[in-house]
């Protein structure tokens, strides 16, 4: 978390716009994954002790609002990746006085929008369960658990806005260290409050956002340890700057709105799932859980390629910034690959860490099947991942947002609607998905290559 320099304890901030591409991206990037592993494992941890101690009808209750909380993190998470773009681009420029101005606004405009949403969400939870069709038989354990994880959401929103500030420093390796901590405090907390207490699934909830609480409080503590190293006005003082704000808003609204598109189209798509019975929610919830590496994967080399991309650019570094991108291309279609390949041959293997042996039977033969049907395609998810971090961190947020809408989310739907009903199958549920991934992933790809040759002009 902390390096020395005469004799001083400093923070590990990294300046991409120097040094070997590969290297510099590789290293950025891996305490990114890292620890999106990490905090990922707070829900597979939740759906294994879930799973063991409560059964299919826990799991299924977890799983069956799976996308539910995507919708503020992902639309703050936006949000804070267009104040990372701006943060990076002042850092990348050695602009001192604008860059603070920008850190201070972000976090007083994470703090009002992360209270924002838990008292929204929590208001709201069981209209939005009522929609997502969630069955009746598990209604009540899943509204206990959608109430308790809305309230502490607040500080969920906090840390991730918090660690996107440290990334655009070019600092990935201390939330990386955060996330260690705070998800070994996870899973013990899992173990007490529903193996112990028997709580069940909202004791779950409890144990997430308990970790995310001590997660934000680290995070905000080695902000202010920067703010000191800057000699400048603390980065926890509250502040509003119209101007910054102004930019982070018309950079982040469209990727907050590309972020929730996701979690649109897929609770439509989940409606449809909830309807093929429990069964058929835990098989899909274990798959959801499996693949998770291949997002965090393709999803942290976006995140990636935007700041590295902003810094370059601030730096008026162009052709590095081109170099990095295709660079990140590799880094990211690779590991998905070889992931890819082992969840096609592994999933029957490792769904049973999620199932109890008496609902084996049912469940992991449908794991098995859905997942060999995926794993193919998952690299195409990859390229959409990687070059729409470029495509962002080079300013250009609504680009993105306009193929994603039309080429993801708007084609999940329009088949949800028209082509499902002819078929009424889960098979056809998962060629939906691999659809979007083909397309997507191809559109990106050249969307990328004609915007680097016009900005070039």
Same mark, same amino acid.
């Given at each position: ?16 716009? #120097? ?22 494992? &707070? ?41 990372? $773009? ?6 990348? !420029? ?36 009522? *929609?997502?069709? $969630? ?57 007490? @409050? ?26 905000? &503590?080695?902000?202010?340890?920067? !703010?000191?190293? #800057? ?5 926890? &003082?509250?502040? @509003?700057?119209?101007? %910054?704000?102004? /930019? ?54 976006? /995140? ?13 570094? %162009? ?18 690959? =070889? ?27 449908? $794991?098995? #099947? ?8 998952? $690299? ?7 070059? /729409? ?8 947020? =609504? ?20 082509? =499902? ?29 004609? *915007?680097? %040759?016009?900005?070039?002009?």
């Amino acid at each position: 978390m902390f390096g020395k320099r005469n004799g001083k304890k400093t923070t590990t901030k990294k300046d991409l716009t #120097e040094g070997k591409v590969w290297f510099v991206l590789t290293m950025f990037v891996l305490p990114i994954i890292a620890g999106s592993i990490i905090q990922q494992m &707070y829900t597979t941890v939740d759906s294994i002790i879930v799973g063991r101690f409560v059964g299919k009808t826990g799991l299924a209750a977890i799983n069956s609002v799976a996308t539910l909380f995507k919708f503020p993190l992902n639309f703050m998470g936006g949000l804070s990746g267009g104040t990372t $773009v701006i943060i990076s681009r002042y850092y990348g !420029s050695k602009n001192k006085d604008e860059l603070g101005k920008s850190v201070r606004t972000a976090l007083t405009m994470s703090i009002v929008m992360g209270i924002v949403f838990s008292v929204i969400g929590v208001s709201l939870a069981p209209w939005m369960l009522t *929609l997502m069709k $969630v069955p009746g038989d598990i209604f009540a354990l899943t509204l206990s658990y959608v109430r308790v994880y809305f309230a502490g959401i607040f500080a969920t929103v906090m840390y991730n806005n918090a660690a996107g500030i440290l990334r655009a420093y070019g600092d990935s390796a201390t939330p990386l260290y955060i996330l260690i901590v705070c998800g070994l405090f996870n899973v013990a907390a899992d173990y007490l @409050f529903v193996g112990v207490f028997g709580w069940s699934v909202a004791g779950a909830a409890y144990a997430t956002i308990m970790a995310q609480v001590i997660s934000a409080i680290i995070a905000l &503590y080695v902000i202010e340890r920067i !703010s000191k190293e #800057e000699k400048q006005k603390i980065f926890l &003082y509250p502040e @509003f700057s119209f101007a %910054h704000a102004g /930019s982070m808003v018309t950079l982040g609204i469209p990727l907050g709105i590309k972020s929730i598109l996701f979690p649109i189209a897929n609770s439509i798509v989940a409606s449809a799932v909830n309807g093929r019975g429990t069964d058929v929610i835990a098989a899909w919830g274990v798959c959801g859980t499996l693949d998770l590496l291949i997002w965090l994967i393709a999803d942290s080399m976006g /995140s990636a390629q935007s700041t590295f991309v902003a810094q370059n650019l601030g730096a008026n570094q %162009h052709k590095r910034a081109y170099k990095g991108t295709f660079i990140g291309v590799a880094l990211t279609v690779v590991p998905v690959a =070889l992931v890819s390949i082992g969840l096609f041959f592994a999933a029957g293997s490792f769904g049973h860490l999620f199932v109890p042996d008496s609902d084996a039977p049912a469940v992991i033969p449908l $794991v098995i #099947e859905y997942m060999r049907l995926m794993a193919p395609f998952y $690299v195409f998810y990859g390229l959409y991942a990687a070059f /729409s971090g470029a495509i962002c961190g080079a300013g250009q947020t =609504l680009i993105p947002t306009a193929l994603t809408l039309t080429f993801t989310c708007l084609l999940r739907v329009l088949a949800i609607f028209f082509v =499902l009903p002819h078929f009424e199958s889960m098979e056809c549920i998962i060629w939906i998905y691999i659809t979007s991934w083909i397309v997507t992933g191809v559109v990106f790809t050249a969307m990328f290559q004609f *915007l680097y %040759h016009k900005w070039n002009k």
